[in-house]
């Protein structure tokens, strides 16, 4: 009697990008992401990668005075991707993400403040595309904040990113 067992390939890695951040419809930040993520194959098509990235977020509000907020995230990503064949290095991802808020400050052209009534935590889904090269993966992916950042509001974080991975 033979016995099979599947066993799951676990490849780490790590990335870099560029976020376009904003809340509701406030004018959008350019800023950057990084950090590192864990490919666990489940199967020839599908995937789990869990990540941990450090993220720059934030809008600009007012005129003429401009308010720029800068809020930096501990971002937590569970995707589960799906990978269209390996001669088509084409795959989807979904998943849920929570976020851990370092720290939020505002600047004016006079002055920085911390802001102190941002949430800690916030959370949110992820959906993009991906493109699996072996040893590199270029993302696209569009995030959206369910929980609201700021009490009382409805500002919500919204962000594109767009990385660059390399697996070791």
């Known amino acids: 009697m033979c016995t099979n067992r599947a066993i799951a390939e676990v490849r780490p890695g790590i990335k870099i990008g560029l976020n376009a951040s904003g809340v509701n419809s406030y004018d959008t930040k350019i800023s950057c992401h990084a950090g590192v993520f864990v490919n666990i194959d489940l199967n020839k098509s599908f995937r789990f990668s869990p990540e941990v990235l450090y993220s720059r977020e934030g809008f600009e509000a007012g005129y003429p005075d401009v308010n ?9 990503p569970f995707m589960f991707q799906y990978i269209i064949s390996k001669d088509i290095p084409i795959g989807f991802e979904l998943g849920p993400q929570m ?8 600047k004016t052209d006079e002055s920085k403040t911390n802001l102190n009534n941002c949430r800690d935590f916030d959370c949110g889904l992820v959906a993009g595309l991906l493109v699996d090269l072996n040893k590199f993966i ?9 929980t609201t950042i700021i009490p009382n509001t409805n500002y919500r ?11 070791f």
Request: glycine content about 8%; overall charge positive; some cysteine.
């Open 68 to 76: 720029r907020i800068r809020l930096n995230y501990m971002r937590i």
């Open 99 to 106: 976020g851990v808020l370092l720290n939020a400050c505002q």
């Open 138 to 146: 270029v993302q696209i992916r569009y995030c959206q904040g369910i």
């Open 157 to 167: 974080n919204n962000n594109i990113q767009a990385s660059l991975g390399f697996r």
